[in-house]
């Protein structure tokens, strides 16, 4: 990573961000219409897994093509993305600094928030290790029910394991499951423990440990964004009623004391307050209860042929909708150019044959000189024109005698008088002096700036 960061970079990293931003709200609308339109809990669990992942993935390639020099051509292409957006917003060029220094803040948050998140975490899975380490065999008749409801799943053998201070059923391990019980589930009724087994191996088959991990890192890395918290909660929801649901058509005549087993094991969590376990527990909580509950009791939605086509085709017309938006879902930045050819577009004259007047000219030079890079130096074009309008005098010192190419011809026959000695009040009357000159200069350049009116000399 970049230790220093350039305006460039910090403009680049803020459009980065609101596209970011404004892609994943759009893309969590179109999950939610998804999820409206699915027939059942375990397809709305994929709609909400796949955009936690796809928003997992879209925020690490965003971080990998502005971070790390390997990746020059994906900053390359962000930038033209940018450039050729229609949303682009200029960032005056004063407000440079204090974009770099809001990126810095943001990225430097960043950074701690996750790696105190990572501490947490890493604090709650020796926590987990150290409660593992008690874990004892189950009994044999308990060992019996278990291997029986596998073999009715059609699941392979995985452990069983009974542990001390567990007060609800749950599946661990993200590479091999395992079922936990708590210590009083050998007591259990055997219908009531054959159906709390079957909903935790349902999550054994579906693999179900391995996804939670998988949302538990994309929530990780995308903290700072509450929709993807709502997703992290749907898919979880989802996942606990597709369970509930396979639990329900295995038994149906026996949902009633399935929905009160439920019920009790959230109690008794509910009032050990036992911390949240990296893994995936039979209980929830209450507003999710409750919800599981009413799933349970009324069964699954019954749809027709013609509804379940109908869903599929909106489905699809919604995917490909939000397909062909998403290219247009960006806001760019981008620095305010540095006023370089402020002087010359002050100076250029409004009419043909006219310049601005003298006083205005230094003015107007003296308050464009700090966007200069070099302020006693006027432009070429501006010299040129000036030079083109002024009266065809050559101004010299006093103490230099005067010189005059375009003379005319009685300038020529004064001067010989005036070698030969002739006299006169003025020796030279055809060539004006110095100071004359300025004077009559001075008043030319004061009627152009007023009307552009020519001056004639009598």
Not at 41 to 64: E, M
Not at 129 to 141: D, G, I, Q, S
Not at 283 to 299: D, E, F, M, P, Y
Not at 385 to 391: E, F, I, K, Q, V
């Amino acid at each position: 990573m970049n230790p220093s960061i350039t305006p460039d970079t910090a403009i680049s990293i803020l459009s980065a961000l609101c596209a970011f931003l404004l892609k994943t709200i759009a893309a969590y609308a179109c999950c939610w219409l998804l999820a409206r339109c699915a027939t059942s809990a375990s397809r709305r669990f994929t709609i909400w897994f796949l955009y936690l992942v796809g928003t997992g993935t879209f925020w690490i390639y965003s971080l990998a093509s502005h971070f790390f020099p390997a990746n020059i051509s994906r900053s390359a292409a962000s930038s033209t993305a940018a450039s050729s957006a229609r949303l682009t917003y200029v960032v005056p060029s004063q407000l440079a600094f204090n974009v770099v220094r809001l990126t810095t803040t943001l990225i430097i948050l960043y950074g701690l928030v996750l790696a105190v998140t990572a501490c947490l975490g890493l604090w709650r899975r020796l926590q987990l290790h150290r409660a593992l380490n008690l874990r004892l065999a189950p009994p044999p008749p308990v060992a019996q029910v278990f291997q029986a409801v596998a073999y009715d799943m059609h699941i392979a053998p995985c452990d069983l394991w009974v542990l001390p201070g567990l007060t609800s059923p749950a599946t661990l391990g993200s590479v091999q499951a395992a079922v936990y019980l708590p210590a009083d589930c050998q007591d259990q009724d055997p219908t009531e423990l054959r159906n709390i087994l079957r909903h935790e191996l349902k999550h054994v088959k579906r693999m179900d440990s391995l996804w939670e991990t998988v949302c538990r890192t994309s929530r990780f890395l995308l903290f700072f964004h509450p929709l993807v918290h709502q997703a992290f909660a749907a898919a979880r929801f989802e996942r606990e009623v597709a369970c509930d649901m396979a639990v329900v058509r295995s038994c149906p005549e026996k949902r009633d004391l399935y929905a009160e087993t439920l019920v009790r094991f959230g109690w008794k969590t509910a009032v050990a307050e036992q911390p949240d376990y990296i893994g995936i527990g039979f209980s929830s909580a209450a507003a999710v209860l409750n919800a599981r509950v009413r799933w349970i009791l009324t069964g699954e939605d019954i749809y027709s042929a013609w509804s379940r086509k109908g869903r599929a085709v909106v489905s699809v017309g919604i995917l490909f909708l939000f397909l062909a938006a998403t290219p247009a879902l960006w806001i760019a930045f981008r620095l305010a150019p540095l006023q370089q050819a402020a002087i010359v577009n002050t100076f250029t004259p409004t009419t043909a044959g006219s310049i601005p007047h003298h006083a205005s000219l230094r003015s107007t030079v003296r308050s464009n000189a700090p966007s200069l890079s070099a302020p006693d130096t006027v432009p070429a074009a501006i010299i040129s024109h000036s030079a083109s309008n002024l009266p065809h005098y050559q101004i010299q010192n006093a103490d230099e005698p005067m010189s005059n190419p375009v003379a005319s011809d009685e300038s020529q026959t004064g001067d010989a008088t005036w070698k030969q000695g002739g006299s006169s009040a003025n020796p030279h009357p055809s060539v004006p002096s110095a100071t004359t000159v300025i004077i009559d200069t001075a008043t030319q350049l004061g009627r152009m700036g007023g009307g552009g009116h020519e001056h004639e000399r009598n």
